[in-house]
């Protein structure tokens, strides 16, 4: 657990419990992550406030996304899931390795949320009566404790409170591809298929 979070810089209130949740995710969270054997992988797809890893097994991957809020307030949320050691067919009809697969091309993933499906984050309110170190210090503690959830997900594919499952109907195998198709759409401008087979 994280015993405080130094800052190191003035910055506005909001800027700062950003960054400082960022740093917590980055050193403290990613520590954790590393003693359940996952690897901290680089984010294509982010504006650098998200954080991706996964964790290989014989038998599958299991994906972490650390995902912060777009407007830069200080929240995040913890996205999950798991990929078969043979990988996916996406909704393209495509094959994908499971090195290549994130959690939002799962047809099942899911969000580890706080409480009452709200993400973890900081107040301004608690930020000024406890002070900014101290509430997000215990953010990213809580974080911690509450990943444990997601570790029984992945082993067991038991939900609680916490978790909130999605069955994501669009990226069952080839659901795109047909959609196109009907609507006359097929193939896309610039369309590859073998964009992973490389």
């Known amino acids: 657990m994280v015993d405080k979070i130094i800052k190191t810089e003035k910055l506005p209130a909001k800027k700062l419990a950003t960054k400082?949740?960022?740093?917590?995710?980055?050193?403290?969270?990613?520590?954790?992550?590393k003693t359940l054997e996952f690897e901290?992988?680089?984010?294509?797809?982010?504006?650098?406030?998200d954080y991706a890893f996964r964790r290989?097994?014989?038998?599958?991957?299991?994906?972490?996304?650390?995902?912060?809020?777009?407007?830069?307030?200080?929240?995040?949320?913890i996205n999950f899931g798991s990929v078969p050691s043979e990988g996916i067919i996406d909704g393209y009809d495509r094959v994908i390795p499971p090195e290549n697969v994130v959690c939002s091309m799962l047809v099942i993933n899911?969000?580890?949320?706080?409480?009452?499906?709200?993400?973890?984050?900081?107040?301004?309110?608690?930020c000024n009566i406890y002070g900014v170190d101290?509430?997000?210090?215990?953010?990213?503690?809580?974080?911690?404790?509450?990943?444990?959830?997601?570790?029984?997900?992945?082993n067991t594919r038991k939900t609680c409170f916490s978790l909130k499952i999605f069955k994501n109907e669009h990226n069952e195998s080839g659901s795109r591809k047909r959609y196109m198709i009907e609507q006359g759409t097929w193939p896309p401008e610039g369309w590859e298929d073998d964009e992973f087979n490389n």
């Open 40 to 49: 901290r992988e680089k984010v294509k797809y982010s504006d650098g406030l």
């Open 110 to 126: 899911g969000r580890l949320v706080r409480k009452w499906f709200r993400w973890f984050g900081v107040s301004k309110i608690k």
């Open 134 to 154: 101290k509430v997000v210090t215990d953010e990213i503690n809580l974080a911690i404790r509450q990943f444990q959830k997601v570790e029984n997900w992945f």
């Open 20 to 33: 400082l949740l960022c740093q917590g995710i980055e050193n403290e969270f990613t520590q954790y992550l």
């Open 56 to 77: 290989v097994l014989p038998n599958r991957h299991d994906l972490v996304d650390v995902q912060f809020d777009k407007y830069h307030n200080p929240s995040f949320v």
